[in-house]
């Protein structure tokens, strides 16, 4: 019996009758291979991936890719009038159509002059230029705060469908009194959305304490300062209701 190698990369296999010579396949049936493959291409994709001709891009496709670059209005109206100039864009296209994108949408945001909070007054009416379908449950309101702005933004529960800022200030800090602010002029009461957002600003919302208190939880009357007990008990009484003056509320929740 002829000894057997293991196929390799670096020494030929000697062929027995257990392991054939191959045979290289008939021209018939390579013909009937790419006719195959040709049956299955796509006529548009061949074209345009084999085509040399420049493409102007359309107003659509402009804005596909000025959203995905990020770009700002000032950028972008830059891109384009480069694009225009060298001849890349679509005959009927506007540089200047950047500039004034934002007007449609202007007559629906208030600029509040004490609190120079810039926030949406009519919900509703934004929508409907937009052009979604809206349902409050469909939204959840995001609060949160950086070192240089206060923001809220409308998030879709099933993220079909972009963020939408509602409220945005530079010169407004993180604090009780802002975000009820904030609440009452976005007409949180007519929508009664759900809120998310860090413990910092659940704490905001529900009136309790900040800093290291004693009952810090807003489900439970978790005691922070029983240290005998933190590893032995598991279960603590819940939170009834949120009571100034009483376990860590001083204030009226902003919420239900």
């Known amino acids: 019996m ?10 030929p296999v000697p062929h027995c009758a257990d392991l054939p010579i191959p045979k290289p396949p008939m021209l018939e049936s390579l013909s009937s291979a790419s006719a195959s493959e ?20 359309n107003q659509q496709e402009m804005d596909d890719l000025i959203r995905s670059m990020g770009l700002t209005k000032e ?12 001849h890349l864009l679509d005959p009927t296209w506007k540089v200047t159509k950047y500039r004034k994108q934002h007007l449609s949408f202007a007559s629906f945001f208030t600029v509040s002059q004490p609190h120079s909070l810039c926030y949406c007054s009519d919900i509703f009416g934004l929508f409907n230029e937009i052009g979604i379908d809206y349902d409050p ?5 995001f609060i949160d705060s950086s070192v240089k702005s206060l923001k809220a933004v409308l998030l879709h529960n099933g993220n079909e469908f972009p963020s939408i800022p509602v409220g945005h200030s530079v010169h407004t800090k993180e604090e009780y009194e802002n975000v009820k602010t904030l609440l009452d ?7 009664y959305w759900e ?10 919302l529900l009136g309790q304490q900040g800093g ?11 005691n922070s300062r029983a240290d005998e007990q933190h590893y032995s008990r598991k279960l603590w009484h819940l939170r009834e209701e ?4 009483a376990h860590n509320a001083i204030r009226q929740p902003l919420v239900q």
């Open 38 to 57: 040709e049956e299955g291409r796509d006529a548009d994709f061949d074209e345009a991936s084999t085509s040399k001709e420049p493409h102007f891009l």
């Open 75 to 86: 950028n972008a109206e830059l891109l384009t009038s480069r694009l225009k100039e060298w």
């Open 242 to 245: 949120l009571t100034p003056v």
């Open 137 to 141: 449950s469909d939204w959840r309101l």
């Open 212 to 222: 290291c208190t004693k009952y810090s939880c807003f489900l439970c009357l978790w």
């Open 185 to 191: 002029m976005i007409k949180y009461t007519s929508h």
């Open 195 to 204: 809120l998310c957002g860090d413990f910092k600003m659940l704490a905001f």
């Open 2 to 11: 002829p000894q057997k190698f293991f196929m390799s990369w670096f020494a």
